[in-house]
């Protein structure tokens, strides 16, 4: 089904290491035509694990409106493309961006409206099966995909970028692994990533009584669908999230709190590639 609305225990020097290849040096990315920028017209491709919660880029968004000025935010649009259980090489990225995703949108009327100009993303973040990088099984396909699917994003002008997910509640230790398989995708295929894995496990580790996953031990709860959208904010657009006004219903100690774990991972990255 397409729906188109649209602990481990990790030392802090192995976290460091790994943020160093996250978000990839800024030579690597020039050379390859891909030097880092703010998106405007960001595509979401992924799975569950972005609908939940009245799906990631909603809150995104929703940070991005209490961050910005509206005329700061003129243009920004971004729409997400998931299948329930969905495997990266399920999804034709390709056809998303050559069908006319994003011709139209609502307006603060609820009202549809065209877009003026033809409708093109400058980027396309996406994400795998949440075991498929972990499986031995799929690792192989995993890589695979990523370079294709970026090959793919990257013919059609927009930049690809990683969405690193998370361990399940009764599997921290999976963290290892995502981690560092996202890691090496990143840094072989010259993407950005963004490692909401990490941040998760950061947070789980300082806050364990914060639940982060819903009762299914995999999926995200509210507070990390809201973790996962501030590190997407602190990474992707380069917007600290701290003091941030919207919550999305929180109590204001906890959103406070992953609001800091999201900037702190994504300002370790920043520091180790600079």
Same mark, same amino acid.
């Given at each position: 089904?397409?729906?188109?609305?649209?602990? +481990?225990?990790?030392? /802090?020097?192995?976290?460091?290491?790994?943020?160093?290849?996250?978000?990839?040096?800024?030579?690597?990315?020039?050379?390859?035509?891909?030097?880092?920028?703010?998106?405007?017209?960001l595509l979401y491709v992924g799975n +569950?694990?972005?609908?939940?919660?009245?799906?990631? %880029?909603?809150?995104?968004?929703?940070?991005?409106?209490?961050?910005?000025?509206? =005329?700061?935010?003129?243009?920004?649009?971004?729409?997400?493309?998931?299948?329930?259980?969905?495997?990266?090489?399920?999804?034709?990225?390709?056809?998303?961006?050559?069908?006319? *995703?994003?011709?139209?949108?609502?307006?603060?009327?609820? #009202?549809?409206?065209?877009?003026?100009?033809?409708?093109?993303?400058?980027?396309?973040?996406?994400?795998?099966?949440?075991?498929?990088?972990?499986?031995?099984? =799929?690792?192989?396909?995993? %890589?695979?995909?990523?370079?294709?699917?970026?090959?793919?994003?990257? #013919?059609?002008?927009?930049?690809?970028?990683?969405?690193?997910?998370?361990?399940?509640?009764?599997?921290? #230790?999976?963290?290892? *692994?995502?981690?560092?398989?996202?890691?090496?995708?990143?840094?072989?295929?010259?993407?950005?990533?963004?490692?909401?894995?990490?941040?998760?496990?950061?947070?789980?580790?300082?806050?364990?009584?914060?639940?982060?996953? =819903?009762s299914d031990r995999r999926h995200p709860?509210?507070?990390? =669908?809201?973790?996962?959208?501030?590190?997407?904010?602190?990474?992707?657009?380069?917007?600290?999230?701290?003091?941030? /006004?919207?919550?999305?219903?929180?109590?204001?100690?906890?959103?406070?709190?992953?609001?800091?774990?999201?900037?702190?991972?994504?300002?370790?990255?920043?520091?180790?590639?600079?």
């Amino acid at each position: 089904m397409i729906d188109m609305h649209i602990r +481990s225990k990790i030392g /802090r020097q192995f976290v460091a290491l790994l943020l160093f290849v996250v978000l990839n040096c800024k030579s690597a990315q020039a050379e390859s035509g891909n030097a880092e920028h703010t998106p405007k017209r960001l595509l979401y491709v992924g799975n +569950s694990f972005y609908y939940y919660n009245n799906s990631l %880029h909603g809150h995104v968004n929703r940070l991005l409106a209490s961050a910005l000025p509206k =005329t700061d935010r003129e243009g920004m649009q971004s729409f997400s493309v998931t299948i329930s259980g969905g495997h990266l090489k399920w999804h034709n990225i390709g056809a998303y961006l050559d069908a006319g *995703v994003g011709d139209s949108a609502f307006n603060e009327n609820n #009202e549809v409206v065209a877009n003026a100009e033809p409708f093109k993303f400058d980027a396309v973040l996406m994400m795998d099966c949440s075991r498929c990088p972990y499986d031995e099984a =799929t690792r192989t396909i995993f %890589h695979q995909q990523v370079r294709k699917q970026g090959e793919v994003i990257r #013919e059609r002008g927009a930049m690809p970028l990683l969405f690193m997910t998370w361990a399940y509640s009764d599997k921290p #230790e999976m963290i290892d *692994v995502l981690a560092r398989e996202y890691t090496r995708a990143g840094a072989e295929n010259n993407m950005r990533v963004v490692p909401a894995g990490l941040a998760f496990s950061r947070a789980i580790k300082t806050r364990p009584d914060l639940a982060l996953h =819903t009762s299914d031990r995999r999926h995200p709860s509210l507070s990390g =669908t809201y973790l996962a959208a501030c590190t997407v904010l602190a990474s992707v657009y380069k917007i600290d999230p701290r003091g941030n /006004r919207y919550s999305a219903g929180m109590p204001e100690t906890d959103a406070r709190f992953l609001q800091a774990v999201a900037w702190e991972v994504a300002t370790e990255a920043k520091g180790s590639s600079d």
